[in-house]
C-alpha cells in the first residue's frame, strides 16, 4: 500500500470498547486532541439506539422517568400481591397460632413459622416464574421475529434470547427481596397473637360506636341492607385494607401505563403533524447520468400506483430582510443580524410543470402568470414550524411579513435577483416540508427557474422525483424493480409509507411486551382481589348465618352483597384515580421538555378501568354470596374452623 500524503481525505470508522451514554463527550474530546472539528464526527446512533444509548439528554431523562415510575408500581403491586397473600393466611391461622403459643411456643417460633412460609414459596416459586418467564418471553420473540426484522430491516439474520446471568440473579435477589417485605408484617402480627385473644379473635374487629357510625344519608338512599354494607366495611378494616390496595394498585398501574402510551403516542403524531410532509415517496439517483435518471423516472411515474408527482429541483440563496417584514416570533428566535437586515436563507424551488399547473390552480392562480423570464414571479409558501427552547414547544408561524406584489431579494453565488411574490399561501407543494424559522421557500415554474439557475451559474441540487400513492409498500417494490432493470445501485429513497408502516410494528411490537406485562400483572390483581374477597367473605360466615337466622331474606342478602361491591370500587376509586391522574400530570411535564401539546389523561382508558374495577369486584361478590347462601344456618352457625 502506498503511504497516504498529508492532504489525504480518509474516512475512519472506529468500534469502542466501552458503551455508555458518555459516548459522545469521549469521541468529542479526541476530535479536540487532534485538532478535527465536531462537523466531521459522526456517532451511529442507530446502532447505539440498540445498545440502549440515547443521544439526546432529555429523550434520556424521559426513558428513565417512564421507567422508574413504572418499577416503583411494579414493586408496590408486588409486595401489596405478596402481603396481601399472607396476611390472610394469618387471618386464617389465628386460632391456630393461638393454639401453638398456648402449649409453649415462642414469638420468635411464630414469626419464624410465618418466614419459613415465605421462604417455601420463594423456593419453590422464584425458580418457576424465572422459567415461565423465559418461556414466554422465548416463545413472544420467535411469534414476533418476523416483525422486528422488518423494522430493523435484516431477513437474514436470526432473532436469538440471549439469557443474562446476571438479570437471572438480579430477578430472583429482586423477587427474594420482594417476599421478605410482603412477609414482614404478618410475621410481626403472628409473633404477637396470644391464646386468650386468638381464641375469642378479639383482635380481628375491633368496634366502637364513632367507628362504624355511618351518615344518615345512606340508609335514606340505600336502605337496611346499605347501612349493614357500609358497617361491615367500617367495622373490620384490616380485613379489607389490602383488597382496597390491590384494587387501587391495579387501577394505578393499568391507567399510568396507558397514560405513556397515549402521550408518546400524542408526541409521533405531533412530530409527524408539525413536518407538513406532502409527498408519500421521495427519490433521489446519485452517479447517474441524466439519461439514464430521466428515462429511470419516466418508468416510475408510469406505473399505475403513482396517483400524482413532481419533478424537484431546489436553488438555495440568501436574502437580507428589513426589520418592518419580521414576525413577531422574530423576537424568541436567533435570526443573524447583517449590513442593517437580518439574513435569511431562502430555497427556490420547481416541481415540474404538471405539478406546478396542478399547485398553481388550487391555489386559485393562473400558470401563465409564470412564463415570463423576463418577468420573474414566485409563489411564497408562507409557513415555517419552529422550536421554541424557551417554551418547550413546536409552534407553527408565518416565515416573513410581506404582501403579495412585494418583492424580495435573493442572493446566489453571482447575483442579486429581485423576487417579485404573485401569490402567498400555506399550502405545500408536492415534495417538500415546513421550514423552521429563518427559511423562505419561493415556488415558480420551471422557466423562471432555469433561468436564475443559468444567470446566477449556481449548483442546484441533484432532481428528485417526489410521489404519491395510496400503496407505499407495494409502489417500493416495483420501483426497486425499475432500479434493477435501469441498472440503477445507487439511489436515496425516502419512502413515508413503509416508514410509517415501519413505526406502526414498532408500535405493535412495544404494544405487545407492555400490554402483556399489564396484563399478566392484572390477571394476578383480579386473582388475588378474588381470593381476598372470598376469603374475607368465608371468614364471615358466622355472621352472614346470623343475620340469616333473624330473618334476612335472600334478595335482601344479595342486595347487601351488591352495596359492599359499590363501597369496594368506590374507595378504591377514590385512591386510584386521584393517584394515576398525578402520575399522569408528571409524566405529561417530563414530556413537555421536548414536546408540547395540550394535557389530556385517556379518558377512554379512565372509563374502562372504573367498569371493570365494578365487574371483577360484583362479580366475585356474587359468586362468593352464591355459595354462602346454599350453606345450611345451623353448620354455619356452628362452624368453628375460624
Same mark, same amino acid.
Given at each position: 500500500?502506498?503511504?497516504?500524503?498529508?492532504?489525504?481525505?480518509?474516512?475512519?470508522?472506529?468500534?469502542?470498547?466501552?458503551?455508555?451514554?458518555?459516548?459522545?463527550?469521549?469521541?468529542?474530546?479526541?476530535?479536540?486532541?487532534?485538532?478535527?472539528?465536531?462537523?466531521?464526527?459522526?456517532?451511529?446512533?442507530?446502532?447505539?439506539?440498540?445498545?440502549?444509548?440515547?443521544?439526546?439528554?432529555?429523550?434520556?431523562?424521559?426513558?428513565?422517568?417512564?421507567?422508574?415510575?413504572?418499577?416503583?408500581?411494579?414493586?408496590?403491586?408486588?409486595?401489596?400481591?405478596?402481603?396481601?397473600?399472607?396476611?390472610?393466611?394469618?387471618?386464617?391461622?389465628?386460632?391456630?397460632?393461638?393454639?401453638?403459643?398456648?402449649?409453649?411456643?415462642?414469638?420468635?417460633?411464630?414469626?419464624?413459622?410465618?418466614?419459613?412460609?415465605?421462604? +417455601?414459596?420463594?423456593?419453590?416459586?422464584?425458580?418457576?416464574?424465572?422459567?415461565?418467564?423465559?418461556?414466554? %418471553?422465548?416463545?413472544?420473540?420467535?411469534?414476533?421475529?418476523?416483525?422486528?426484522?422488518?423494522?430493523?430491516?435484516?431477513?437474514?439474520?436470526? /432473532?436469538?434470547?440471549?439469557?443474562? @446471568?446476571?438479570?437471572?440473579?438480579?430477578?430472583?435477589?429482586? !423477587?427474594?427481596?420482594?417476599?421478605?417485605?410482603?412477609?414482614?408484617?404478618?410475621?410481626?402480627?403472628?409473633?404477637?397473637?396470644? @391464646?386468650?385473644?386468638?381464641?375469642?379473635?378479639?383482635?380481628?374487629?375491633?368496634?366502637?360506636?364513632?367507628?362504624?357510625?355511618?351518615?344518615?344519608?345512606?340508609?335514606?338512599?340505600?336502605? $337496611?341492607?346499605?347501612?349493614?354494607?357500609?358497617?361491615?366495611?367500617?367495622?373490620?378494616? #384490616?380485613?379489607?385494607?389490602?383488597?382496597?390496595?390491590?384494587?387501587?394498585?391495579?387501577?394505578? $398501574?393499568?391507567?399510568?401505563?396507558?397514560?405513556?402510551?397515549?402521550?408518546?403516542?400524542?408526541?409521533?403524531?405531533?412530530?409527524?403533524?408539525?413536518?407538513?410532509?406532502?409527498?408519500?415517496?421521495?427519490?433521489?439517483?446519485?452517479?447517474?447520468?441524466?439519461?439514464?435518471?430521466? #428515462?429511470?423516472?419516466?418508468?416510475?411515474?408510469?406505473?399505475?400506483?403513482?396517483?400524482?408527482?413532481?419533478?424537484?429541483?431546489?436553488?438555495?440563496?440568501?436574502? $437580507?430582510?428589513?426589520?418592518?417584514?419580521? @414576525?413577531?416570533?422574530?423576537?424568541?428566535?436567533?435570526?443573524?443580524?447583517?449590513?442593517?437586515?437580518?439574513?435569511?436563507?431562502?430555497?427556490?424551488?420547481?416541481?415540474?410543470?404538471?405539478?406546478?399547473?396542478?399547485?398553481?390552480?388550487?391555489?386559485?392562480?393562473? !400558470?401563465?402568470?409564470?412564463?415570463? @423570464?423576463?418577468?420573474?414571479?414566485?409563489?411564497?409558501?408562507?409557513?415555517?414550524?419552529?422550536?421554541?427552547? =424557551?417554551?418547550?414547544?413546536?409552534?407553527?408561524?408565518?416565515?416573513?411579513?410581506?404582501?403579495?406584489?412585494?418583492?424580495?431579494?435573493?442572493?446566489?453565488?453571482?447575483?442579486?435577483?429581485?423576487?417579485?411574490?404573485?401569490?402567498?399561501?400555506? #399550502?405545500?407543494?408536492?415534495?417538500?416540508?415546513?421550514?423552521?424559522?429563518?427559511?423562505?421557500?419561493?415556488?415558480?415554474?420551471?422557466?423562471?427557474?432555469?433561468?436564475?439557475?443559468?444567470? =446566477?451559474?449556481?449548483?442546484?441540487?441533484?432532481?428528485? $422525483?417526489?410521489?404519491?400513492? +395510496?400503496?407505499?409498500?407495494?409502489?417500493?417494490?416495483?420501483?426497486?424493480?425499475?432500479?434493477?432493470?435501469?441498472?440503477?445501485?445507487?439511489?436515496?429513497?425516502?419512502?413515508?409509507?413503509?416508514?410509517?408502516?415501519?413505526?406502526?410494528?414498532?408500535?405493535?411490537?412495544?404494544?405487545?411486551?407492555?400490554?402483556?406485562? %399489564?396484563?399478566?400483572?392484572? /390477571? %394476578?390483581?383480579?386473582?388475588?382481589?378474588?381470593?381476598?374477597?372470598?376469603? =374475607?367473605?368465608?371468614?364471615?360466615?358466622?355472621?352472614?348465618?346470623?343475620?340469616?337466622?333473624?330473618?334476612?331474606?335472600?334478595?335482601?342478602?344479595?342486595?347487601?352483597?351488591?352495596?359492599?361491591?359499590?363501597?369496594?370500587?368506590?374507595?378504591?376509586?377514590?385512591?386510584?384515580?386521584?393517584?394515576?391522574? !398525578?402520575?399522569?400530570?408528571?409524566?405529561? =411535564?417530563?414530556?413537555?421538555?421536548?414536546?408540547?401539546?395540550?394535557?389530556?389523561?385517556?379518558?377512554?382508558?379512565?372509563?374502562?378501568?372504573?367498569?371493570?374495577?365494578?365487574?371483577?369486584?360484583?362479580?366475585?361478590?356474587?359468586?362468593?354470596?352464591?355459595?354462602?347462601?346454599?350453606?345450611?344456618?345451623?353448620?354455619?352457625?356452628?362452624?368453628?374452623?375460624?
Amino acid at each position: 500500500n502506498k503511504a497516504l500524503l498529508p492532504d489525504t481525505e480518509v474516512d475512519i470508522y472506529m468500534l469502542s470498547k466501552k458503551l455508555d451514554n458518555n459516548i459522545d463527550d469521549r469521541v468529542y474530546n479526541v476530535a479536540d486532541k487532534i485538532g478535527l472539528d465536531k462537523s466531521n464526527v459522526g456517532l451511529n446512533i442507530v446502532l447505539l439506539r440498540f445498545y440502549g444509548i440515547i443521544e439526546n439528554d432529555e429523550a434520556r431523562n424521559i426513558v428513565f422517568i417512564f421507567s422508574l415510575i413504572t418499577i416503583i408500581i411494579i414493586m408496590a403491586a408486588s409486595v401489596s400481591l405478596i402481603y396481601n397473600a399472607f396476611a390472610i393466611s394469618v387471618s386464617e391461622r389465628v386460632k391456630q397460632l393461638g393454639m401453638l403459643a398456648s402449649v409453649g411456643a415462642t414469638k420468635k417460633q411464630k414469626c419464624e413459622s410465618i418466614y419459613y412460609e415465605g421462604l +417455601a414459596v420463594g423456593i419453590i416459586g422464584i425458580p418457576l416464574g424465572i422459567i415461565s418467564g423465559l418461556i414466554g %418471553i422465548g416463545i413472544t420473540i420467535k411469534l414476533l421475529e418476523p416483525m422486528i426484522n422488518g423494522f430493523i430491516n435484516t431477513s437474514h439474520v436470526g /432473532l436469538n434470547m440471549i439469557v443474562s @446471568p446476571k438479570a437471572i440473579l438480579y430477578t430472583a435477589l429482586f !423477587a427474594a427481596l420482594t417476599i421478605f417485605i410482603s412477609v414482614y408484617m404478618p410475621a410481626k402480627r403472628a409473633s404477637k397473637i396470644m @391464646p386468650i385473644d386468638a381464641i375469642r379473635q378479639s383482635k380481628e374487629i375491633k368496634m366502637t360506636s364513632k367507628n362504624i357510625k355511618t351518615p344518615w344519608l345512606v340508609k335514606a338512599l340505600f336502605g $337496611l341492607e346499605g347501612e349493614l354494607a357500609l358497617k361491615n366495611l367500617k367495622r373490620s378494616r #384490616k380485613k379489607y385494607r389490602a383488597t382496597i390496595i390491590s384494587l387501587s394498585i391495579s387501577i394505578v $398501574l393499568f391507567l399510568s401505563v396507558s397514560t405513556i402510551t397515549e402521550y408518546t403516542k400524542k408526541s409521533a403524531e405531533i412530530r409527524l403533524d408539525t413536518e407538513n410532509i406532502n409527498f408519500d415517496v421521495m427519490i433521489r439517483l446519485n452517479d447517474s447520468s441524466n439519461e439514464k435518471r430521466l #428515462k429511470a423516472f419516466n418508468n416510475i411515474i408510469s406505473l399505475d400506483l403513482v396517483e400524482d408527482y413532481g419533478f424537484i429541483r431546489e436553488l438555495n440563496g440568501s436574502s $437580507l430582510v428589513s426589520e418592518k417584514y419580521l @414576525p413577531d416570533l422574530t423576537k424568541k428566535m436567533i435570526v443573524q443580524e447583517k449590513d442593517g437586515g437580518f439574513l435569511y436563507n431562502v430555497c427556490v424551488t420547481a416541481i415540474g410543470e404538471d405539478a406546478f399547473k396542478k399547485y398553481v390552480a388550487s391555489i386559485g392562480g393562473r !400558470a401563465e402568470d409564470y412564463g415570463d @423570464p423576463s418577468n420573474p414571479k414566485f409563489i411564497l409558501v408562507n409557513k415555517n414550524v419552529s422550536y421554541l427552547e =424557551n417554551e418547550r414547544k413546536y409552534i407553527e408561524s408565518e416565515a416573513i411579513r410581506l404582501k403579495e406584489g412585494e418583492s424580495i431579494n435573493f442572493k446566489g453565488s453571482s447575483s442579486n435577483i429581485q423576487m417579485k411574490i404573485e401569490k402567498i399561501t400555506d #399550502k405545500m407543494p408536492i415534495g417538500t416540508y415546513s421550514n423552521q424559522y429563518g427559511n423562505i421557500l419561493l415556488v415558480t415554474s420551471d422557466i423562471i427557474y432555469d433561468s436564475i439557475k443559468d444567470s =446566477n451559474k449556481s449548483r442546484e441540487s441533484d432532481i428528485a $422525483l417526489a410521489l404519491k400513492t +395510496a400503496d407505499g409498500e407495494k409502489l417500493d417494490t416495483q420501483i426497486n424493480e425499475i432500479f434493477k432493470e435501469n441498472n440503477v445501485y445507487d439511489s436515496n429513497m425516502m419512502n413515508i409509507s413503509v416508514d410509517a408502516k415501519m413505526q406502526k410494528r414498532v408500535s405493535i411490537v412495544m404494544s405487545v411486551f407492555i400490554y402483556g406485562f %399489564i396484563t399478566l400483572i392484572c /390477571l %394476578i390483581c383480579i386473582a388475588n382481589i378474588f381470593n381476598t374477597v372470598s376469603t =374475607n367473605l368465608a371468614l364471615r360466615r358466622k355472621e352472614f348465618a346470623m343475620l340469616r337466622s333473624v330473618g334476612m331474606t335472600p334478595e335482601s342478602f344479595k342486595k347487601m352483597m351488591n352495596f359492599e361491591s359499590v363501597f369496594y370500587g368506590i374507595k378504591a376509586l377514590m385512591y386510584g384515580l386521584p393517584i394515576s391522574a !398525578a402520575i399522569g400530570f408528571y409524566l405529561y =411535564n417530563s414530556l413537555n421538555n421536548m414536546i408540547s401539546f395540550p394535557f389530556r389523561l385517556p379518558w377512554r382508558d379512565y372509563g374502562i378501568a372504573i367498569a371493570l374495577v365494578f365487574i371483577i369486584v360484583s362479580a366475585t361478590m356474587l359468586y362468593s354470596g352464591a355459595k354462602l347462601r346454599k350453606q345450611n344456618i345451623i353448620d354455619a352457625l356452628k362452624d368453628d374452623s375460624y
